[in-house]
């Protein structure tokens, strides 16, 4: 939003830019997972644009519905991101890397 973008423009430009980056990251060392990279990279793209959508649902609401100062609306869709996507790529991503499933097999 420095640059002059709107808001919305701006939370695209920073998620597209660290879509990739996030997903090897999470992959090698977040979940430390020897999953297949094409099977998981498409559930990771998937859980990215679900939780995506629940981003910009939530910054939409939070300028439009509550009248949030647009940085305070960008930090509580960039919370809200953060955690649903934690949850799903724990969960649904790299769901053969998560110790609490091993267990239940």
């Not at 679900?50 to 910009?56: G, Q, R």
Request: charged fraction near 15%; glycine fraction near 6%.
């Amino acid at each position: 939003m420095k640059c002059g973008t709107s808001p919305v423009v701006a939370n695209i430009g920073g998620y597209a830019i660290g879509l990739a980056l996030s997903f090897f990251v999470s992959k090698k060392l977040v979940f430390r997972s020897n999953g297949r990279f094409v099977e998981e990279g498409l559930r990771y793209l998937v859980a990215f644009f679900a939780c995506f959508a629940v981003n910009l649902a939530t910054l939409y609401i939070a300028i439009n519905e509550f009248h949030l100062n647009a940085n305070l609306a960008q930090l509580l869709a960039t919370v809200t991101y953060t955690a649903l996507m934690y949850a799903v790529t724990r969960w649904f991503v790299f769901r053969s890397a998560s110790p609490l499933l091993k267990h239940e097999r």
